[in-house]
């Protein structure tokens, strides 16, 4: 893999922060190129030379962290559902700002659809291996209880500036999933 210039990560990542923080600030239509590029403090023709434009800029941002969720969620596949929860917790309150901006903006419906395909995908196969317990249910209204509870108390935890802790939320979303899975 080629290493990438650290000037142009630089400029990259005070892109990405630039539109999350005037996501903050005002909805993502009302956002113009020349704001981010104001905001990052750079040239709007730096911000055309890694994105077509600022959906693609947020598209890209919310891919990069729907696939680290991904990888967090690959590399604790054989953990029991709380040691597996937690690095996910922990990886939401270190990245507050944009799960927060995401969760709450009405221009970051995309993000949900995103997460919720994710979570869906998730879960899957945890859904199918329910066997017995969940003997009597249709699979598909399993997954769709499953995963609409996770975004659902996902958003919550956020929007409320996270009430409990990462090692609390995972030790009850645990227990949840256990009970129910």
């Known amino acids: 893999m080629p290493k990438t210039d650290r000037r142009i990560l630089k400029s990259q990542e005070a892109m990405k922060t630039a539109v999350i923080e005037l996501m903050t600030e ?3 239509d009302e956002i113009t190129l020349q704001d981010i590029s104001d905001r990052a403090n750079i040239s709007r023709g730096t911000i055309y ?14 891919a990069e962290h729907i696939q680290k969720l991904r990888d967090i969620c690959r590399s604790v596949a054989d953990l029991d559902f709380r040691d597996a929860i937690l690095p996910w917790f922990e990886y939401l309150e270190q990245n507050y700002l944009f799960f927060s ?8 419906t995309y993000f949900r659809t995103q ?13 199918k291996q329910s066997g017995e317990k969940n003997a009597s249910v249709s699979e598909d209204i399993l997954l ?38």
């Open 26 to 28: 005002k909805s993502f």
């Open 49 to 62: 030379l890694h994105y077509s434009d600022k959906f693609d800029l947020l598209n890209k941002l919310i």
């Open 101 to 108: 901006t995401m969760l709450a903006s009405k221009g970051a």
């Open 115 to 127: 997460f919720v395909e994710f979570l869906s995908e998730e879960f899957e196969n945890e859904v």
């Open 144 to 181: 769709q209880f499953i995963v609409t509870s996770y975004v659902g108390m996902t958003e919550w935890w956020i929007i409320n500036n996270m009430p409990y802790s990462s090692e609390v939320m995972a030790d009850q979303v645990g227990l949840l999933l256990d009970r129910n899975l």
